[in-house]
């Protein structure tokens, strides 16, 4: 298949500058709303107060209104009594005798302050006696009293025009009796799927095909910035498909967003697609990674933007291109992310010529200080920009970024979420059986994939609370203990058995798949305690995919599954769930390095008394194959 190159790989900045030229970016008309569907939107007005608030003086606690010169000198011994009057005050009612000297009337908490009175004397504070009230303590003016106006004056600017409304807004909004309000209209954004190899969670799968999570993902974004979505659905690669849908996508909406088929290869139609609309084609490739082959257009001065398929590379750039345009139509402010300082935790080496968008995990250091972990996962990956904190911008001419370098990283999320427990190192299934226990008790876990060798580091700075490891010491044949030093100290997880796994039709043992140099391998990443596990086992041998290392024991069963490798090693239960044949080699130890100054912290205690005997914890990991030490 022939495939076509991009024509103009532009800076980031140029590309958003020339399609910033090409569209309209200015807030939507302004729409009226019933103020019970104000939550969410945006003021398209100032918002006046048309009345007082409170509206008269008002009284804030159970008592009596008096006037405080009657109470001076008042004490418990030698208390001053006042003529109780006649009326009682509750509220919502207007008084009608006025408090002369000398005279007290009772009041409700909120009731109207009656003529004459200027405090309120709480209950606690007198008796009544004989038709009189004896007060125990001298008030002074303005006591326990709330005076018209002096919460929101009539004429005053409560809210003003640009106010994303929260409930303390609408409160307000109610509190000034406003029944409608002007919003700006939400932005309506056409999302449309396409691909060949797109199916609708739901529907069947097979081989070679995909869910499609982009969809998804870009609907609830555009609610989350203040748009209105409206998926058209997932179309083949059929251009006159693509052309209605197109062209009913820009009749419906403000915005459209193609999700795919940007890489101009002969089978991606849809560049061809929108380059028909005048003007069409803007940008067509930006010096981004990921996020190289976004497509940026326009039709009339209606924005349309083809993104990535890959669901990081379309994440990244709708926020960093699409977001900041729909947040202008929708009466927002362009940007609203946070940065925070950081250290880089490890080296990461950077293509040269294109801006990189570094996902990482946030962790604090025993000073409180910021470490950032890289994710380590691809654009195409789901779950990388769900469970990252944050990105790093590494510069489009930076090669290598060496490890303690400062960074500033910009936030996913409004807000930093802070962790009871921080876990980093190796991943199990098992792991997942006991976080998910610590979260049914309140313990906010917080998990990152760094392998065991990372956890290490990790534990040993103080980044983490716990570090799980299955690390094999050649030297002693005995796991994970000769990797502590006096700053950690260990915390026994469970065994769990390590074996050769391939399809259930191979039925040769491990040694006769080793001699055979048709066989294909899949490997596990360097620093994990499989891979030590894997080269004690092949000794020089290095048979076909060697090199092929992906990052999980899921990976390894998905790729012996699928056929693109014939064997590879992973732990029994994976096998089990995959129906895959199973060789064991032999029983490894999960456990936890903690650093000895987290200990006794109780998110610790929790994983502690997790692992003890008899616990609800350890008959679970009993029932998934594994056996819990200790």
């Known amino acids: 298949m022939k495939q076509e190159q991009f024509l103009d790989i532009l800076d980031r900045d140029e590309a958003e500058a020339r399609w910033r030229r090409a569209i309209d970016a200015m807030p939507r008309r302004a729409e009226e709303v019933a103020l019970d569907a104000a939550l969410g939107r945006v003021l398209a007005e100032d918002v006046r107060a ?22 001076f000198g008042a004490e418990e011994e030698t ?123 739901g529907e069947a799968m097979r081989p070679g095909l995909v869910y499609d999570s982009n969809g998804r993902i870009l609907a609830d974004a555009v609610t989350e910035i203040g748009g209105e979505p409206r998926f058209f659905g997932a179309f083949r690669d059929d251009e006159a498909q693509l052309r209605e849908a197109l062209d009913r996508g820009l009749a419906a909406a403000d915005l459209v967003l193609l999700s795919g088929g940007t890489s101009k290869g002969e089978g991606d139609l849809n560049a061809r697609v929108v380059a028909a609309l005048d003007p069409g084609i803007v940008v067509h490739g930006v010096a981004l990674k990921p996020g190289k082959p976004i497509c940026l257009a326009a039709s009339g001065r209606q924005p349309v933007v083809i993104l990535p398929g890959f669901p990081t590379s379309a994440v990244f750039t709708f926020h960093e291109f699409v977001a900041p345009v729909l947040r202008e139509m929708a009466g927002l402010p362009r940007h609203e992310r946070q940065q925070v300082g950081a250290r880089l935790a490890q080296k990461v080496v950077s293509e040269r010529g294109r801006l990189e968008y570094l996902l990482v995990g946030l962790v604090r250091d025993a000073a409180g200080a910021f470490s950032a972990w890289p994710m380590g996962k691809g654009s195409g990956s789901v779950t990388a920009f769900s469970r990252a904190d944050g990105f790093v911008r590494v510069a489009r001419n930076t090669e290598i970024v060496d490890a303690d370098t400062p960074v500033e990283v910009t936030l996913i999320g ?22 998910a226990a610590l979260a049914g008790e309140g313990v906010r876990v917080k998990v ?52 050769v796994v391939t399809r259930p039709d191979e039925t040769r043992e491990t040694e006769a798949l080793l001699d055979d140099p048709s066989v294909r391998m899949v490997n596990r990443n360097r620093g994990s305690g499989t891979r030590i596990l894997i080269d004690q086992l092949l000794g020089d041998r290095r048979p076909p995919g060697y090199a092929y290392e992906p990052r999980s024991h899921f990976a390894v069963g998905a790729a012996v599954l699928q056929g693109r490798a014939d064997w590879g090693v992973t732990i029994e239960t994976v096998a089990n769930e995959r129906g895959l044949r199973f060789r064991p080699l032999r029983a490894e130890q999960y456990d936890f390095a903690i650093p000895v100054d987290r200990w006794q912290r109780p998110a610790v205690v929790s994983l502690r008394r997790a692992l003890e005997k008899g616990s609800a914890v350890r008959r679970r990991l009993e029932a998934l194959g594994f056996t819990p030490r200790g």
């Open 50 to 71: 048309e009345v007082d608030v409170p509206g008269f003086d008002r009284s804030n606690m159970d008592g009596f209104a008096v006037r405080a010169s009657d109470t």
């Open 79 to 201: 208390p001053v009594r006042l003529r109780l009057n006649p009326e009682s005050i509750p509220t919502g009612v207007a008084p009608r005798v006025e408090v002369r000297a000398g005279t007290a009337t009772s009041i409700a908490t909120g009731g109207m302050l009656p003529r004459g009175a200027d405090c309120v004397v709480p209950v606690e504070l007198t008796d009544i006696e004989d038709g009189e009230v004896e007060v125990r303590r001298a008030r002074v003016p303005g006591a326990a009293v709330s005076f018209a106006g002096t919460d929101i004056g009539c004429g005053e600017t409560v809210l003003f025009a640009g106010t994303r409304l929260s409930s303390r807004d609408t409160g307000v909004l109610a509190a000034v009796g406003r029944k409608r309000i002007d919003v700006v209209r939400r932005p309506v954004v056409a999302i449309l799927s396409t691909g060949d190899e797109i199916v609708q969670p």
């Open 414 to 435: 409004r807000d930093l979420e802070s962790a009871d427990l921080v876990v980093m190192g190796s991943h199990c299934v098992g792991l997942d059986v006991i976080a």
């Open 448 to 499: 990152l994939a760094v392998g065991s060798q990372g956890g290490l580091v990790a534990a040993r700075r103080e980044e983490c609370d716990a570090a799980p490891l299955h690390l094999l010491d050649p030297e002693t044949d005995c796991y994970n203990e000769p990797f502590l030093d006096a700053s950690l100290r260990l915390l026994p997880g469970y065994e769990r058995l390590q074996g």
